[in-house]
């Protein structure tokens, strides 16, 4: 038995005798249906069997345009028993099947019609339109125009024409019934404009009125002045054609644009175009871009800044004669070129986030190669994945690390040919764990001065407690792994992160 909280997926793999096929059109029907709940001022229900053949509600949609019939969510509901009969009958229609009994929902008396899901000769289940009896009453023009056009999508459910087999859509803003819609002859003459959709046109620089107008020849007359590209789906769109979206843009303003061909059993009969006016929303993408492109140019700088740093320190290191002062600078050398990566990562993306798999992986195999002898062979593996990271977790995490793997190759593998270090990660949502085996040494004959001593006085220790603890609120555990070496156990709590 479903519970109530079962969603369309798990209702869909109740059914093995569905291929991937059918349940493709299943999602393309309820990814596009909101069209016809939103014309025919209609709640839709999607009405499957389940596997042990009873109904139960697989979907629903609620118009935009009306108030919906149904305020509670009814997905994995099952159909009452008395309905059985006529959801039998609608499934062995051929056509859309209107019940012969009155219902109500809450106050409404409402009126239930089937469309059968038709695919490659199978019956999926039934787009249930429940129309509520009083939006039927006085319909000005505007109503009769929106509810015919939904209706004639309805229609095209059971003939296998809805969804759109071969639509394309590329947009991100569509726009919906409430935005604007037009409705087409079959040759592409405007029969009815909503007023949402005149505004749209107003906005562009239309003047003339549409109704009675080639569609494509208004856009056409509104594009001529403008010597930008025009995209060449625009013309299938604006004759209602195929099933495409598109954008006008004149100098003034941007409606995305989309269209519905209209069939009957014979073929095309027209289209409805829907509109939006994306102005606002394209100047707001515009201002974005360039901010982006003016954050990443300031990681860039910062990166270059860093290096000039670290060269400095590099030229320093040579200057003098004290083999201790080398060692240091080429550390703080080291340290500053790590943080310099951080920067190169995130000047390479929009968001002040880093794919800190990506960072990590490069900065730990330059650690290693600047700190290994000449003839020694040391190699990391990573376990799991770290997942995108904000900036300020990214920086510290990536000094922790470098660290970490630095000590692990000076202090571990001293003397030896050749080590392995392994770095396994654990992350759910802002929680972080991240475990560095080697199999040096080992914590005993490291105690001189390697990863063993948790309360050095090393700065490389004194960097990796200070951070994991103040930065990330964690913990560190220093512990010798099982097979010999060294095993580092962190704890952290990333402050910014999103949860994955």
């Known amino acids: 038995m479903m519970g109530a909280m079962a969603d369309f997926s798990q209702i869909l793999a109740t059914r093995p005798d569905l291929d991937d096929r059918d349940r493709e059109w299943l999602h393309q029907l309820v990814a596009d249906w909101q069209v016809i709940a939103d014309l025919s001022f209609a709640d839709l229900l999607l009405i499957m069997q389940n596997g042990d053949g009873r109904y139960v509600v697989a979907e629903q949609c609620r118009p935009s345009t009306v108030m919906t019939l149904r305020a509670d969510d009814v997905v994995g509901d099952i159909m009452p028993e008395a309905m059985t009969g006529e959801l039998d009958a609608a499934m062995q229609s051929a056509v859309v099947f209107r019940s012969t009994v009155l219902r109500t929902v809450g106050k409404a008396t409402i009126c239930n019609v089937y469309a059968p899901v038709r695919h490659n000769g199978k019956t999926l289940g039934l787009v249930v339109r429940e129309t509520n009896m009083a939006t039927r009453e006085s319909n000005g023009r505007y109503e009769s125009e929106s509810i015919n056009a939904g209706k004639q999508l309805y229609e095209m459910i059971p003939r296998g024409q809805f969804p759109y087999s071969d639509s394309v859509m590329s947009q991100r803003h569509m726009a919906r019934v409430a935005d604007g819609f037009i409705v087409l002859t079959m040759d592409g003459i405007v029969r009815y404009a909503s007023p949402n959709a005149i505004s749209c046109f107003r906005r562009l620089g239309l003047l003339t009125t549409m109704q009675g ?262 913990t560190v555990r220093w512990e010798p792994r099982r097979d010999g070496g060294t095993r580092v156990v962190l704890d952290m709590k990333l402050r910014a992160a999103q949860a994955e």
């Open 213 to 474: 107008h080639y569609l494509s020849e208004l856009g056409a007359d509104l594009l001529r002045e403008q010597n930008e590209q025009v995209d060449e789906q625009l013309p299938l769109v604006l004759s209602g054609k195929a099933a495409v979206d598109s954008e006008i843009t004149t100098d003034r303003s941007a409606v995305s644009v989309r269209s519905l061909p209209l069939y009957d059993m014979n073929g095309r009969t027209g289209g409805i175009v829907l509109c939006r006016d994306v102005t606002e929303l394209r100047r707001r993408e515009q201002e974005l871009q360039t901010k982006d492109a003016a954050i990443s140019e300031i990681h860039h700088r910062v990166k270059n800044n860093l290096q000039a740093v670290s060269a400095l320190l590099r030229l320093q290191a040579r200057k003098t004669k004290s083999e201790e002062v080398k060692k240091e600078l080429k550390e703080a050398q080291r340290r500053v070129q790590t943080i310099a990566m951080v920067h190169e990562g995130l000047s390479q993306t929009v968001d002040e986030v880093v794919d800190f798999d990506k960072v990590i992986a490069s900065l730990l195999k330059m650690a290693v190669d600047v700190a290994t002898m000449r003839d020694q062979h040391i190699d990391i593996d990573f376990v799991g994945k770290f997942g995108m990271m904000p900036a300020q977790d990214a920086t510290p995490l990536s000094l922790v690390l470098t660290e970490l793997i630095t000590n692990s190759v000076e202090h571990g593998f001293e003397g030896r040919k050749e080590g392995h270090i392994t770095i396994s990660v654990g992350r759910s949502g802002s929680n972080l764990s991240v475990i560095v085996e080697d199999d040096g040494t080992g914590i005993d004959t490291e105690a001189q001065g390697g990863m063993a001593r948790s309360s050095g006085s090393g700065l490389g220790t004194q960097i990796i407690n200070t951070f994991v603890t103040n930065d990330f609120g964690g």
